[in-house]
T-cell receptor, first 110, second 110 residues
Framework: NAGVTQTPKFQVLKTGQSMTLQCAQD?????MYWYRQDPGMGLRLIYYSASEGTTDKGEVPNGYNVSRLNKREFSLRLESAAPSQTSVYFC?????????FGPGTRLTVT | TQLLEQSPQFLSIQEGENLTVYCNSSSVFSSLQWYRQEPGEGPVLLVTVVTGGEVKKLKRLTFQFGDARKDSSLHITAAQPGDTGLYLC??????????FGTGTRLQVFP
């Protein structure tokens, strides 16, 4: 039982490049989330998925797209990376009363 | 818009000291959670409070939810180096989406 896994752990992109962050959970949870974490700002919700096939924008969705491929997997795509997207990205899934987080992806855009 | 403000932002204390972290908002929350995050990892849930005025204790940690459900506090008695980390409050407003606070980074020196 791995919980929530994220790949890659680290990534460096040049401005304008694209990439997909992968997230998977093995706890059979319906709801999944993508957050970004920046110093002094806590975690901010990028996108949310209440169930397979549904997604909803969070607080900071601009520049991102998501896909809920199936119940286990929820991916985050940056189509054209910008330096403002340098951050640590966390995926989470919702259990009975708490969110379970992955270990994060540290992304740097130069 | 940051709905949850935490104070202080940074706290550096000696082992054995007591401390309190505050989480304040002008909005009402249906429940409030506290998470702790260690470097290189995702946040992990410490406690959930749901009733105004509720107090929960977890060993040396005491959590309180304000009577009006707009604020919360975390008190640590006799802090230990193992308490070092980033503490995040997170509120729910009758949905599955959490709003995270700005975070308090605690360093406890031996």
């Amino acid at each position: 039982n791995a919980g929530v896994t994220q790949t890659p752990k680290f990534q460096v992109l040049k401005t304008g490049q694209s990439m997909t962050l992968q997230c998977a959970q093995d706890m059979n949870h319906n709801s999944m989330y993508w957050y970004r974490q920046d110093p002094g700002m806590g975690l901010r919700l990028i996108y949310y998925s209440a169930s397979e096939g549904t997604t909803d924008k969070g607080e900071v969705p601009n520049g991102y797209n998501v896909s809920r491929l199936n119940k286990r997997e929820f991916s985050l795509r940056l189509e054209s990376a910008a330096p403002s997207q340098t951050s640590v990205y966390f995926c989470a899934s919702l259990g009975s009363y708490e969110q379970y987080f992955g270990p994060g992806t540290r992304l740097t855009v130069t | 818009t940051q709905l949850l403000e935490q104070s202080p932002q940074f706290l550096s204390i000696q082992e054995g000291e007591n401390l309190t972290v505050y989480c304040n908002s002008s909005s009402v929350f249906s429940s409030l959670q506290w998470y702790r995050q260690e470097p290189g990892e995702g946040p992990v849930l410490l406690v959930t409070v749901v009733t105004g005025g509720e107090v929960k204790k977890l060993k040396r940690l005491t959590f309180q939810f304000g009577d009006a459900r707009k604020d919360s506090s975390l008190h640590i008695t006799a802090a230990q180096p193992g308490d070092t980390g980033l503490y995040l409050c997170a509120g729910a407003r009758y949905t599955d989406k959490l709003i995270f606070g700005t975070g308090t980074r605690l360093q406890v020196f031996p």
